[in-house]
């Protein structure tokens, strides 16, 4: 029995970490509702399941398809699989229309009598949506089919975390809220989780397709803020090799572009330096030269060390919290992304707003995850 579209879905949305678990069964319920439990064409073709029209603002979860709905024809979201139409539903509530949406939690029903009417103006949409409550929660609950037993794989590499700068909508210690906003008008810390889902899809695909094993682990997959050592201690936790933080830049000189990579300065107490700048290196390399495959033009800006001190500095970066001080601990290694500057108009169109911006993403994650893999072969 083949799975369709919509079990993907379900299992995925079981899986998923969301801000709202409580209301995962009235999503799920009003999914089935848009999608006639994901048999519509948006769903079996484009991912689309909730029938989420094209906006601007989705551009970091989706690409624009033109789609002849029974209601005429109009431009959709196409999404590339069910965990990025989860993580693309949830943006599409961020925006301005659902406003207030987050002060009407308390229940599923409180939830779907607040955004329902935005959704679909009917007056009988949210009481449609009730009436499969039961039946999405009774699928949320199922018994997932075991996987088959893999092969066992040939090497082992170990576990890397991931860590997407920024999130949420408050700064915490150690980590802003957001920083960078891209010339089309993306948040830097919606770009940041979308490029380590990819890298972590890219590490994951090629690592199977090689007959390696390797974890990878993010750090958020949500959009929340994590303080620095909260995001660093996540290395330690999972025994991690390797942690790569991923940011973007942003300056007033919107004519700047180019890919720079930090590592721990030695001044600021790292005890793993000739490891950092090796793995920081390597990286840093793939980095430019996924960035040049789609634009030639990309600027070197180097691997360099971060001598900020104080509030400046990148704490994330901090070797205690990584588990370098603990006892019988790992040295992982550290390095820090900051990818290219997305208020300069041509990166925008070539990596975020361009329509061949996801293409242009997976091509630069997909050289990076071929550096992580060499660099957790040859790492202890
Ligand atoms: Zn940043």
């Known amino acids: 029995m083949s799975r369709t579209p919509f079990d993907n879905l379900v299992s995925a949305y079981r899986q998923a ?66 965990e990025a139409y989860i993580r693309g539903y949830w943006a599409f509530l961020e ?83 957001n920083n960078a906003t891209s010339a089309s008008g993306v948040k830097e810390k919606a770009l940041t989780l979308l490029w380590c889902q990819t890298l972590k899809d890219q590490i994951q695909s090629q690592a199977a397709a090689a007959g390696e094993k390797i974890k990878v682990v993010l750090t958020r997959t949500t959009d929340v803020n994590l303080t620095g050592a909260a995001r660093a201690k996540k290395t330690r936790e999972n025994g991690a090799k ?40 390597a990286l ?12 030639p033009e990309t600027r070197d800006r180097k691997l360099k060390p971060d001598t900020a001190t104080g509030p400046g500095a990148l704490g994330v970066l901090n070797d205690a919290a990584l588990g370098n001080h603990q006892p019988g601990g ?21 990596f975020i707003s361009g329509p061949n911006a996801a293409a242009n993403r997976t091509t630069v994650m997909a050289s990076v995850a071929r550096a992580v893999r060499a660099q957790m072969r040859l790492l202890p």
């Open 17 to 82: 970490v969301i801000a709202h678990p409580k209301l995962r069964a009235v999503t799920l319920a009003q999914w089935m509702l848009e999608s006639g439990r994901g048999t519509s064409k948006l769903a079996t073709l484009h991912n689309n399941f909730g029938g989420l029209k094209w906006r601007p603002e989705m551009a970091a979860y989706a690409t624009k398809v033109f789609y002849e709905a029974h209601d005429g024809g109009d431009y959709y979201c196409r999404f590339a699989s069910p």
């Open 95 to 177: 925006r301005a229309p659902y406003r207030g949406w987050k002060s009407h939690t308390a229940t599923p029903e409180t939830f779907i009598r607040f955004i329902g009417p935005i959704y679909t103006p009917s007056g009988t949409y949210a009481d449609k949506v009730l009436a499969l409550l039961d039946e999405a929660g009774d699928l949320l609950a199922a018994q997932v089919a075991p996987t088959p037993a893999p092969v066992t794989p040939d090497v082992d590499l170990g576990v890397i975390v991931l860590d997407p700068g920024h999130g949420g909508a408050a700064n915490v210690s150690g980590s802003s809220w």
């Open 242 to 281: 390797a942690f790569v933080c991923l940011h973007f830049n942003g300056l007033g000189d919107k004519t700047v572009s180019g890919a720079e990579t930090f590592y721990r300065a030695p001044q600021n107490g790292n005890v793993n330096l000739a490891a950092d700048m090796a793995f920081g290196q």
């Open 284 to 295: 840093h390399d793939a980095l430019v030269a996924g960035l040049r495959q789609v634009r």
């Open 330 to 350: 790992r040295l992982a290694v550290s390095t820090y992304f900051e990818v290219e500057f997305i208020t300069n108009p041509a990166v925008d169109a070539a």
